[in-house]
């Protein structure tokens, strides 16, 4: 970032003191105030600004409910109601953590779609898009370790079918098994150091997340043309165009994630997590949480312990080599008839072997959850390297300048062939600030 | 917003005006939204409902003997219970209001008072002494039956305390705090 002295000059005395030892002002204006960003940015941009608001959400709630919480199979189950019952708030903070994890969860995966979608993984943003991946296995590992801590039923038996998964290696899988759990069995050792981790990945993810943006100012963001920053007419300032269009949407992101905290707490969850974890009795119907449904799917539909294993951890790694996959030139499936096709079955893909994923894993079901997982890896090992070749894709607009005038001027020829009401304000407006 | 009315008939103030309105109305929404989500996380650390459940520990004292004391726990931290000698009544009783470092009773049972031994003791029971056992000098456990004034004296910093638990000598500021209590009948004590 920084690192070459203080290039702004400010007014401050105080603040050019600062500056002139710990260039920390000029970062925080080059990078958050007149970063140049695209100014065809769409709302799928926003999820990069809610993600960050859900981190910090999740670590604030995190720690306070840490300070009421204890990592001990005699009491932990107890302490949780505790903060339900006798907390002070302490009710809000559980379901704004338990629903944030959903809510993280969601926004999560629309940033990934919206980067498939518009090709952001492609060069220069290969590392970007690795660190990205690389924080979505800590989320998983994150929240997987946060679902045992209530050490009900789900947690305790979800902690063993996960933990099991390592015994699938060959030779040493046992003795890693055991080691997880430090004894022979999901116990207190488990217990205690799955907190401990819970309490420290998200610190680890706010570190990735850092390395993340840094990458994301160096190459700058992509947008929904794909096409390359060239002049600054292309661009607006990151304040307040982005800062302004990012709270708007964390508000409305706000609203979505109250209804489900105030209204419907616990539908995310499941009712068997409000039963002590009993080390002798398994529910009926495991399930892991909505967001880990389709990895959970894809291990269940492969008739092998090992294989199952392999193409679950192979589903989330096959994302750190996708920029080399596809062979396009082209970003944006904007401008890629063959490949948007491509794209949306995939999304479609990824919601079937959710639901899937929560079926019982017989019959009909394990079928489809074979013809799916298929596809999933078909899209990215297949057809994203010989769409690139075979796939005519559409003309590019020759800047992100011309394609926001090209549409502004189609707005203001509709608005005169339409009821005549209202200014064509907009399409004037729009190119003005640069 | 007085002015947005004169401007033009159309409901339009001149564009700064109008800006500066919304600028600020959108700031006070968002410091009151701020305030109202912080508060949980504040109040969280406050004690829960279970600790307040804690708050009234009951005693026998049928069995506490002339001279003898017992500490109970009462909200986390010790209470003092003394039956005195009438010596050590007396000799409460002798000390001028002019010579005490705190001439307040600290007793809430009595309201507010001067720190008279009369309304240090139990209402009543002239003998019996019921005191929270935390220095008020920095929350040490003063001992009993010590220090140069024949009450109590707190080891950390040496505060002496008399016998009838004023603060007489050393840095800490109060007399020993009184608990509310109540006898629901003659020998238990409820204290909170």
Same mark, same amino acid.
């Given at each position: 970032m920084a690192g070459h002295g203080p290039k702004t000059h400010f007014k401050n005395p105080a603040v050019r003191w600062l500056d002139s030892r710990l260039p920390i002002v000029s970062m925080m204006n080059d990078q958050a105030i007149v970063f140049p960003t695209p100014k065809? $940015? @769409? !709302?799928?941009?926003?999820f990069g600004a809610i993600l960050t608001f859900m981190l910090v959400t999740m670590i604030v709630t995190g720690i306070t409910l840490a300070m009421h919480y204890a990592a001990n199979t005699a009491i932990a189950f107890d302490q949780v109601e505790k903060i339900m019952?006798? #907390? @002070?708030f302490g009710w809000l903070l559980r379901y704004i953590h338990a629903v944030g994890a959903s809510m993280f969860f969601f926004a999560v995966y629309m940033h990934i779609a919206r980067g498939l979608y518009y090709g952001s993984y492609k060069a220069p943003r290969e590392v970007l898009w690795m660190l990205g991946v690389i924080i979505l296995i800590l989320m998983m590992a994150t929240a997987f370790m946060g679902y045992v801590l209530p050490w009900g039923q789900m947690s305790g038996w979800g902690a063993t079918v996960i933990t099991n998964l390592f015994s699938a290696i060959p030779l040493v899988g046992p003795s890693i098994t055991e080691w997880l759990w430090g004894g022979f069995a999901v116990d207190n050792a488990t217990l205690n150091r799955f907190f401990a981790l819970h309490y420290l990945l998200p610190f680890v993810i706010a570190g990735v997340v850092i390395l993340h943006i840094w990458a994301l100012h160096v190459a700058g963001n992509n947008n929904p043309t794909g096409v390359s920053v060239k +002049? +600054?007419?292309d661009t607006v300032p990151f304040s307040p165009y982005l800062t302004i269009k990012d709270g708007f949407a964390i508000v409305i992101f706000m609203i979505l994630y109250a209804w489900f905290v105030f !209204? #419907?707490? @616990? !539908? $995310?969850?499941?009712?068997?997590? !409000?039963i002590q974890f009993n080390p002798l009795v398994t529910p009926a119907h495991i399930v892991p949480e909505w967001y880990l449904l389709p990895f959970y799917a894809m291990l269940r539909a492969i008739p092998d312990k090992l294989g199952g294993v392999i193409v679950m951890f192979a589903s989330l790694l096959i994302l750190l080599v996708i920029p080399w996959l596809d062979t396009s030139r082209v970003r944006s499936a904007r401008y890629r008839p063959m490949f948007k096709i491509a794209f949306w079955i995939w999304v479609v893909t990824c919601i079937a072997l959710g639901y899937l994923g929560a079926m019982p894993a017989e019959g009909i079901y394990v079928i489809l959850a074979r013809i799916f997982t298929l596809y999933y890896f078909g899209f990215f090992l297949i057809l994203m390297p010989v769409l690139g070749i075979i796939e005519t894709p559409k003309p590019l607009p020759n800047s992100i300048a011309d394609d926001v005038l090209a549409k502004s001027k189609k707005k203001h020829a509709d608005v005169h062939t339409g009821s005549g009401a209202g200014t064509p304000e907009g399409a004037a407006a729009a190119p003005k600030k640069d | 917003m007085a002015t947005t009315e004169t401007?033009?008939? /159309?409901? *339009?103030? /001149?564009g700064e005006t109008r800006r500066d309105f919304l600028y600020i109305a959108t700031g006070a929404v968002a410091a009151v939204g701020i305030g109202s989500i912080a508060w949980p996380f504040i109040d969280q650390m406050n004690p829960d409902a279970a600790s307040l459940a804690l708050a009234s520990t009951s005693v026998d004292i049928s069995a506490l003997g002339e001279g003898e004391s017992m500490t109970v726990m009462w909200r986390g931290k010790p209470v003092f219970i003394r039956k005195r000698t009438p010596t050590e009544v007396e000799e409460a009783k002798e000390v001028p209001l002019s010579e005490l470092r705190d001439t307040d009773a600290r007793n809430p049972n009595i309201g507010t008072g001067e720190a008279t031994d009369a309304n240090r003791a139990v209402q009543g029971r002239e003998d019996l002494l019921v005191m929270i056992g935390v220095c008020t000098h920095l929350g040490c456990i003063p001992l009993g039956q010590a220090g140069d004034f024949d009450g109590w004296f707190c080891p950390c910093h040496g505060s002496h305390y008399d016998?009838?638990?004023?603060?007489?000598?050393?840095?800490?500021? *109060?007399?020993l705090a009184i608990p509310p209590y109540s006898f629901p009948d003659e020998s238990t004590l409820v204290v909170g």
């Open positions: 065809n $940015l @769409n !709302y799928m941009w926003t019952r006798d #907390v @002070n +002049s +600054s007419k !209204y #419907v707490p @616990n !539908y $995310l969850g499941h009712p068997d997590n !409000y | 401007n033009d008939g /159309h409901g *339009e103030a /001149h016998t009838a638990g004023r603060i007489r000598r050393g840095p800490a500021p *109060e007399n």
